[in-house]
């Protein structure tokens, strides 16, 4: 068969060190009860994906919309 591979196997690349985990929101510090605002849509989802992904652990959060001194944003709640 021709080569028509454009992709170079190579051996002995690093594998770059992952960003999981690292976030810029406060989730892994948040005691139940607690929450913060956020006016980033962004915020919403990563609480429901950090609750995903520790779910075994009991974590759960509750997201809402809210307007807060005139800005519309988030609140986020940790309830487990």
Excluded at 20 to 47: C, D, Q
Aim: charged share 25%; proline share 5%; glycine share 8%.
């Amino acid at each position: 068969f021709p080569s028509h591979d454009i992709h170079q196997i190579e051996s002995g690349v690093p594998i770059p060190q992952t960003k999981r985990g690292k976030t810029k929101y406060p989730f892994g510090n948040m005691s139940i009860g607690e929450s913060f605002f956020s006016e980033e849509e962004n915020a919403r989802t990563a609480a429901l994906q950090y609750a995903r992904n520790y779910s075994e652990k009991g974590i759960k959060f509750v997201t809402r919309s809210v307007c807060e001194n005139g800005q519309n944003g988030f609140r986020i709640w940790r309830t487990e």
